[in-house]
């Protein structure tokens, strides 16, 4: 179980485009943040490794929650007490791909 990808259920309930497009557009705003390409950021990084502070942070959530339109649960004053996990670019995009799903009734 704990090496399955999380992806794996949301491709499941949405077909494999959706979750790739989920992915690309948080890849890309985390790219722009960082003043990267797409292809320089890697699942596995942390928002810190690709340079981006926390004024990057809050504007990536931002740009986050009006390419989905959804609502973050993000406290910018109190980051580790949030619901919505920024450990990684991967967990960004689980994070994101869950608040979808609970929008979408999924």
């Not at 494999?16 to 950021?41: C, F, H, N, W, Y």
């Not at 740009?63 to 993000?74: L, S």
């Not at 109190?78 to 609970?102: K, M, N, Q, R, T």
Request: hydrophobic share 45%.
């Amino acid at each position: 179980q704990g090496g399955q990808d999380p992806l794996d259920d949301r491709r499941a309930i949405w077909g494999e485009s959706m979750a790739e497009t989920v992915r690309e557009k948080v890849i890309a705003i985390i790219a722009e943040q960082a003043v990267l390409e797409p292809g320089d950021v890697t699942m596995d990084a942390t928002l810190e490794d690709l340079g981006i502070d926390s004024l990057g942070l809050v504007e990536a959530i931002f740009a986050i929650e009006e390419a989905f339109d959804i609502q973050v649960p993000f406290n910018a004053n109190a980051p580790e007490e949030s619901e919505f996990d920024i450990s990684s670019v991967a967990a960004i995009i689980a994070a994101v791909e869950g608040l979808l799903a609970e929008q979408t009734g999924g």
